[in-house]
């Protein structure tokens, strides 16, 4: 086997293809020392400089279609020399020795399989953008829809709510998800007003929770859980980080303070609890600052979510247990998968509750998801986990007992919403069944 030349007169890519020898390097290599650059002598940097100015051309050579293997040939001379395969491709320079025929073919295998997988790459990214693009379409078509429909049905149902709230109508509209000029008006009369929230008992809250800080800052202890209003800076950034209207120096960042912290002041007794920031964001995206206080105050006003943010054990125990049960009953295979590995309900259930899944579904399905919760009750929310639980029952069952914790806890952000709502329409819950109906009367009352 011939020894590897010296770096001068290693061969370099030509513009053509092929190789042509570096001429350059051997007028340097003959020229007089003192005209040498100071590198000239360094095997190093040569080198460097060879791999650094063959190595994109080596890549290109190798898109070829691969050959099984190496063609040997002799020389004259009796010295074997490496000929280009019948595939056309290039895989060594012709002056260095030749590969194992066997590891030719490996590497062509592997740099195909590379290509493969590459190839795959691009048609799932491009797959991903066209069902972004079909879902945006259907989006704005249903939005449309929805207007139409609206136009046609509201007068009356403004003038005649409590009749009309649970009309076919309206329930179709709010099941195909609402547009959002139409959440500003649904919303707040889908959560009603039973605590009589105005204007001025906002102002008095808003002022409240001045002073609560002033008290702090003497240190006097404030009643209740008002002192926790000095948390809530730290998770107004980490709200909806995506759309960063609630950042430090977002639109929104402000109101979703003062609504807060008026709620705090008009609630002492539960104090701030991770979890309300996501409850009051979504409020703000839709309505203004009174309206999302006057919302929020309301909404948690409810038995089973007042029980969650209290952090009533016997609330939250009551909930598991039906949704076990559930759970059991509408996917028995997952229930059964799910209690192998000891994983309840209790894993995941309290983020999903306490965000009403603003957190943990993208902002688009979410809202649709409150679309349905406001105009129904709990036992949505009841729907909407077992609907989460079969929409990935196969994934579950094939997974990890940490992969399955992993996706319980931070649903996929490719979530198909129309699948989502399919799974939900697809549970029937059995309000005759004796675990609901004490849930119902137990949780529900108003």
Same mark, same amino acid.
């Not at 493969?116 to 066209?130: P, V």
């Given at each position: 086997m011939d020894a590897i030349p010296p770096p001068s007169e290693f061969a370099r890519p030509s513009s053509a293809g092929g190789f042509v020898r570096d001429t350059a390097s051997l007028n340097r290599q003959h020229a007089p020392a003192h005209h040498r650059h100071p590198s000239d002598g360094s095997v190093t940097s040569a080198l460097t400089g060879w791999f650094?100015?063959?190595?994109t051309q080596m890549m290109t050579l190798f898109t070829s279609i691969p050959a099984v293997g190496n063609t040997l040939s002799s020389s004259g001379d009796g010295q074997q020399q490496q000929q280009?395969?019948?595939?056309?491709?290039?895989t060594r320079?012709?002056?260095v020795p030749p590969k194992d025929p066997d590891e030719d073919a490996r590497h062509k295998m592997q740099f195909m399989s590379m290509l493969?997988? =590459? %190839?795959?790459?691009?048609?799932?990214? =491009? %797959?991903?953008?066209?069902e972004k693009e079909d879902t945006a379409w259907e989006c704005k078509k249903r939005e449309h829809e929805a207007l139409k429909t609206w136009g046609r049905i509201e007068h009356e149902v403004l003038r005649n709510w409590e009749k009309k709230k649970s009309s076919k109508k309206l329930r179709e509209l709010c099941w195909q998800g609402l547009p959002p000029k139409l959440r500003a008006i649904i919303w707040p009369k889908a959560i009603g007003n039973v605590l009589n929230m105005s204007q001025e008992l906002f102002q008095i809250h808003l002022q409240q929770a001045v002073r609560t800080f002033e008290m702090k800052a003497e240190g006097r202890k404030s009643i209740g859980r008002e002192g926790t209003v000095a948390l809530i800076e730290l998770d107004l950034s980490r709200t909806f980080p995506a759309i960063a209207l609630f950042q430090r120096d977002g639109p929104l960042h402000d109101q979703l303070r003062q609504v807060?912290?008026?709620y705090v002041c008009y609630r002492p007794d539960i104090g701030y609890v991770q979890g309300m920031s996501y409850l009051a964001a979504m409020l703000l995206i839709n309505v203004d600052s009174y309206e999302a206080f006057q919302c929020l105050a309301n909404l948690l006003n409810r038995p089973m979510l007042l029980?969650?943010?209290?952090?009533d054990m016997s609330v939250i125990e009551r909930f598991v247990e039906v949704l076990e049960g559930l759970i059991a009953m509408h996917l028995s295979k997952l229930s059964a998968y799910l209690k192998a590995?000891?994983?309840t309900?209790?894993?995941y259930v309290m983020d999903w509750i306490l965000t009403l899944f603003t957190k943990s579904l993208p902002l688009d399905v979410a809202s649709r998801v409150w679309d349905n919760f406001l105009m129904e009750d709990e036992t949505f929310l009841l729907r909407v986990c077992l609907g989460l639980l079969r929409t990935y029952r196969h994934r579950i069952r094939s997974s990890t007992y940490d992969e399955v914790l992993t996706l319980l806890t931070h649903i996929p952000e490719d979530l198909s919403e129309t699948e989502l709502f399919e799974n939900i329409g697809a549970i029937s819950l059995d309000m005759k069944c004796r675990p609901m109906e004490v849930f119902v009367k137990q949780l529900l009352c108003r």
């Open positions: 650094t100015s063959t190595g280009q395969p019948l595939s056309g491709m290039v320079p012709p002056n493969s997988n =590459s %190839r795959k790459k691009d048609e799932e990214r =491009s %797959r991903a953008e066209k807060l912290e008026a029980g969650f943010f209290r952090m590995y000891d994983i309900p209790h894993v």
